[in-house]
């Protein structure tokens, strides 16, 4: 069986070389070049005809939804698969992409073994020409995002010693992913956040306050003050010095953006 011809759209060099590196000698893999930006792409994917692309979505002068947009596939022997890769991960991205034509979402950091995996996957498939997919890719992908946000965060509360078992463990999580999928809730937290949540769970906005400072307590009166220091890379935090829930859900979910497991 012949290797899958790889395009890498990534505007991180060190992040695009690494994964062309690692597939170096692989027996199902041939990275055939590596994109720079969205125009970059563009022009290697109609020159070389891949039968797959990796592409990111936040690179300069044209971003991956921009590069499914404007590729001239009646210059392509046959259509690529698209998967694309960001550390985006609200259900507006993931749907604005699986509408744009990717054939998959997966979040960054992307492991070269899952990459393989999902290429594998899509090219033994015959994807229709069609851009827009059905509702259920879509609620798959926004489900396979989701089910890598939830693991992340349960490590994390973990190691900071916050119980899985009370209230404030579920309020939490689900206050960091609405202020990942909407940053502006954060700034309207007693108005906006509190009441979506309660919402969620049939219960008020002050007990979702309350059982949010619960958890936070239970952390700093566990002494894992250091833990949570190293979850952000820097001492930020002292036995003293507990963070409001606000800060702590903003420094969380800014933590899961920047991470890419959104």
């Known amino acids: 069986m012949q290797k899958i011809r790889l395009i890498i759209a990534d505007d991180e060099p060190d992040c695009a070389n690494s994964l062309a590196r690692s597939f170096e000698g692989d027996a199902d893999i041939e990275v055939i070049a590596v994109a720079k930006d969205g125009l970059d792409a563009i022009a290697k994917i109609e020159t ?31 259509r690529p698969v698209f998967i694309m890769t960001s550390g985006l991960s609200g259900d507006t991205f993931i749907r604005k992409a699986i509408g744009a034509g990717a054939d998959y979402y997966m979040l960054k950091p992307v492991s070269p073994s899952s990459l393989k995996e999902r290429l594998i996957e899509c090219t033994r498939v015959k994807y229709s020409p069609v851009a827009v997919k059905d509702d259920s890719q879509i609620k798959q992908a926004i489900r396979r995002s989701r089910h890598t946000l939830d693991e992340k965060l349960a490590n994390i509360f973990i190691s900071v010693g916050i119980p899985a078992h009370i209230k404030g463990y579920q309020f939490l999580r689900e206050a960091i992913k609405m202020t990942i999928d909407s940053p502006e809730v954060i700034n309207s937290i007693t108005k906006k956040l509190y009441p979506g949540i309660a919402e969620n769970f ?3 906005a002050s007990k979702v306050e309350r059982a949010i ?17 190293q979850i952000f890379g820097i001492k930020i935090y002292s036995a003293n010095d507990k963070p409001t829930n606000g800060e702590f859900i903003a420094l969380l979910a800014d933590k899961m953006i920047m991470e890419g497991a959104v």
Request: no cysteine.
């Open 48 to 78: 070389l005809n891949p039968d797959a692309v990796a592409l990111d979505i936040v690179m300069p002068n044209l971003d991956g939804y921009g590069v499914l947009a404007n590729v001239d596939f009646s210059k392509l022997r046959k």
């Open 202 to 204: 049939n219960t008020s």
């Open 213 to 229: 400072r619960h958890a936070i307590e239970v952390a700093w009166n566990r002494g894992k003050i250091e833990n949570i220091n």
